[in-house]
């Protein structure tokens, strides 16, 4: 059975950093994209970045000068170096993971980890 647990959240003051890192477990096939998203109370839950099998990355624009996406592929794991934090980044993050076969796209999802920025 294939599982993501995330790790490295917390409370932070407003202006620190994060590491976040998700792990696989389960897994037996190739990963093609990994990545984070977030979800506020009462918002739609939103990309914050995403890497895929050839190290190609996007971001949210809120997130692009501020956070960095990085990615093991041997161990299948993903992280997120979060910086210059802000009480708006307040959020539950969640690793994200899927990949493709015969032209369809399987999605895998952790529990998510609690992130908290204020004073």
């Given at each position: 059975q294939?599982q993501?647990?995330e790790?490295?959240?917390g409370?932070?003051?407003?202006g620190?950093s994060?590491?976040?890192?998700?792990?696989?477990?389960g897994?037996?096939?190739l990963?093609?994209?990994?990545?984070?998203?977030?979800q506020a109370?009462g918002?739609q839950?939103?990309?914050v970045?995403?890497?895929?099998?050839?190290g190609?990355?996007?971001?949210?624009?809120s997130?692009?000068?501020?956070?960095?996406?990085?990615?093991d592929?041997?161990?299948?794991a993903?992280y997120?170096?979060?910086?210059?934090?802000k009480p708006?980044d307040t959020?539950i993050y969640y690793?994200y993971?899927d990949?493709?076969?015969?032209g369809?796209r399987?999605a895998?999802?952790g529990?998510?980890?609690?992130?908290t920025?204020?004073?």
């Open positions: 294939v993501l647990a790790s490295g959240g409370l932070v003051q407003p620190g994060l590491r976040l890192s998700c792990t696989t477990s897994v037996t096939f990963i093609a994209s990994m990545g984070w998203y977030r109370p918002k839950r939103e990309l970045a995403m890497i895929g099998n050839t190609l990355t996007n971001y949210a624009d997130a692009k000068d501020r956070f960095v996406i990085s990615r592929f041997d161990k299948n993903v997120l170096q979060m910086n210059s934090l708006e959020a690793c993971a990949r493709m076969r015969l369809n399987s895998y999802w529990q998510g980890t609690q992130v920025v204020s004073s």
